[in-house]
């Protein structure tokens, strides 16, 4: 239901100031048009997508050389290249400014705290490049990390970046096999890891996960030091050192920076469709930098010196996102551990010490703090915070209105959406327009969004795929090992011809908002966090007592939950201790994310006539909802099986 009134609206007073309104009179003046309203704006970045990404660079004054071309095959979505001349250094580009003032502030829980100026930040990139260099590490190299969100990876990033070689990272939370799952297929040069964490104000250990993973990534290892002994760690590696011992021999000097073309690969990020392992999606330096630039300026409002917040772990493309930051002269804020350690207060503690300008986060987060009944607006100090962002799952309204009601009435939320395969978002905030209950406020500027039906055809106030129906900077460069494009092609491509499809359920709202229903494929999203099935199968179905396993995302409570259905061996009963050894398994063998709420014994699991499992069916059957395509099925009354259960109503 709409609310008639919305949560939010701007003032006429604050709509000027805001950096996205100077960008669109600077663009009416530069093309000598006169963009009376947003909306005429957005219709011209569409419309104009080469002069509008032109002008996206020329404003927030881009480092490097952008060449006479600004898009060549615009019309063909997977041909389109953007500013094919180019030639940049996304380090360079995220190392703006000098001095002592903070580059990054760090609260690792209670345990740890960090500030580095601008000045360290960049002498400790000149040091890890030149160490790098020692190894032979360059252009195309990459580089895998398994590290906390602490100043140490931004530094290790961005002197990644300043030699063009391609970084790629996942959350010491990662069990042995989802760290292989992942850094396995793209062969690194080098892996660097930290020697331990703290989660819940305990203390986790990574000692024999990093040698396991060291052994079978065969490559050398840097250890950093943080909750354990690096030295020891390091030295029980054949071939690892520790963070102080790669840099000591070098000296701080200017850094240099390699400028390479605008689609070089810069990151390497994971995402899981329903079977196999990880795909490995690559993302060009150009289109990431131009993207999380216009994201941040101009539907964030960052600016220069303001603090800027986001809720993430470096498994997750917020922290890809979040670095980003750095290239509008912005300080970071970073966390890592749990949000409710030693309790909920704990990041409003950090915003209202900080001064946070923007406060990044997920709807589950927003609910839990919401469920544990806090209200920062009553106890913290939150004047400096102006804007709030929400995403990884829908954010309930509910939700919204808690925002308001609850921490802070006069800001501007934003729910955001958009993923792993664009490192960016398709829809967002708009600092221009008012912010309605339950509704994200709409596309990102350049982004031609929109909502189709299973025909292709556009559709409003009904659900139907979210597409983007032109080619966007930000698009993935390939899928590594998938010379032929093959599953990039069909990953987006399969649906609709030339039509980004990106498996999200949406509907536009009557005010030109978005509502996203989640996801319209079978990958998992339980608390904000995308997950493959194929990581759970990977653990269960190595037990003795599990002949096979179907898993599915369940919609319960706001959120999806992860419920997981068990054929079981001859013989073998679904008991408590059989249940906590399957969730054990899964917690220590693919990360404590994939762990299903419920576990549940099915006598037969249905499949296709070519033997594969069929997740969305039963999805569609535990969700009441028909059942398309049984004549695909082997066994369709298997089917049956799933419907009305039980467990799955509490």
Not at 379 to 389: A, E, F, G, P, V
């Amino acid at each position: 239901m709409q609310h008639e009134m919305p949560l939010w609206s701007p003032s006429e007073e604050f709509r000027k100031s805001t950096p996205l309104y100077h960008f669109m009179h600077w663009c009416g003046e530069r093309t000598g048009r006169d963009f009376r309203d947003y909306d005429a704006f957005y219709d011209w970045s569409i419309a104009e997508r080469g002069t509008f990404w032109s002008s996206v660079w020329d404003y927030c004054d881009v480092k490097g050389e952008k060449g006479e071309r600004m898009l060549v095959n615009g019309d063909d979505m997977l041909g389109a290249r953007f500013f094919p001349d180019a030639r940049l250094n996304f380090a360079e580009n995220l190392l703006p400014l000098a001095g002592e003032g903070d580059a990054l502030i760090f609260r690792g829980e209670d345990k740890a705290e960090d500030r580095w100026s601008w000045d360290r930040l960049r002498s400790t990139v000149s040091r890890l490049q030149q160490a790098f260099r020692s190894l032979g590490l360059g252009e195309g190299d990459r580089i895998a990390a398994m590290m906390p969100n602490m100043p140490e990876t931004v530094a290790l990033m961005l002197a990644a970046a300043s030699l063009g070689a391609i970084w790629s990272s996942c959350s010491p939370d990662f069990g042995e096999q989802g760290v292989l799952d992942r850094f396995g297929q793209i062969e690194p040069k080098l892996f660097i890891c930290c020697d331990g964490y703290w989660y819940n104000g305990k203390k986790q250990d990574v000692v024999d996960k990093v040698r396991a993973v060291a052994a079978k990534l065969g490559c050398p290892v840097v250890v950093v030091p943080y909750a354990g002994d690096a030295g020891a760690l390091a030295g029980s590696l054949p071939n690892g050192r520790t963070l102080a011992d790669f840099v000591t021999p070098y000296e701080a000097k200017a850094v240099e920076y390699v400028r390479l073309p605008f689609s070089h690969p810069l990151y390497i990020l994971f995402s899981s469709g329903t079977t196999g392992i990880p795909k490995c999606i690559v993302h060009s330096a150009g289109g990431t930098l131009l993207q999380h630039l216009k994201e941040q300026r101009f539907h964030c409002g960052l600016r220069a010196g303001e603090k800027l917040f986001y809720f993430t772990t470096c498994g997750w493309m917020m922290w890809n996102w979040l670095v980003s930051g750095l290239a509008s002269g912005a300080t970071l804020c970073l966390y890592d551990g749990s949000p409710f350690y030693p309790d909920g207060n704990v990041l409003f503690d950090y915003a209202q010490a900080e001064k946070f300008a923007i406060f990044g986060t997920s709807a589950k987060y927003i609910d839990a703090v919401r469920k544990g009944g806090l209200t920062p607006k009553t106890t913290h100090d939150l004047s400096s915070l102006r804007l709030m962002t929400s995403t990884g799952s829908p954010l309930s309204p509910e939700g919204f209105s808690f925002v308001y009601e609850g921490i802070k009435s006069d800001i501007h939320l934003a729910s955001i959406s958009g993923g792993t395969d664009i490192v960016s978002c398709f829809v967002l905030g708009n600092p221009l327009k008012p912010v309605w209950r339950g509704e994200i406020q709409g596309p990102g500027l350049g982004l031609a969004v929109d909502v189709w039906d299973d025909e292709g055809k556009p559709v409003r106030g009904e659900k139907g795929e979210l597409v983007c129906t032109r080619a966007f900077p930000s698009m993935p460069v390939m899928f590594w090992n998938d010379p032929d494009g093959v599953k990039y092609r069909a990953a987006y491509f399969e649906r609709f011809d030339n039509v980004w499809c990106h498996g999200d359920f949406a509907e536009w709202t009557n005010h030109d908002g978005i509502i996203i229903h989640g996801r319209s494929d079978a990958t998992l999203n339980p608390g904000g966090v995308r997950i493959g099935t194929a990581e759970i199968y990977n653990q269960v179905e190595q037990m003795d007592e599990v002949v096979e396993a179907l898993c599915i995302g369940q919609d319960w409570d706001d959120d999806v939950r992860v419920v997981l259905f068990l054929r079981l061996a001859t013989g073998v009963s679904l008991d408590e201790d059989l249940v906590k050894k399957v969730k054990n398994r899964i917690r220590t063998g693919a990360s404590p994310r994939h762990v299903p709420a419920k576990v549940i014994a099915v006598s037969d699991i249905p499949r296709t006539k070519s033997g594969k499992i069929v997740e969305l069916a039963v999805r569609d059957v535990v969700h009441g909802r028909p059942v398309k395509n049984k004549e695909a099925l082997a066994n369709p009354e298997a089917l049956d099986l799933f419907a009305d259960l039980a467990e799955i109503k509490s």
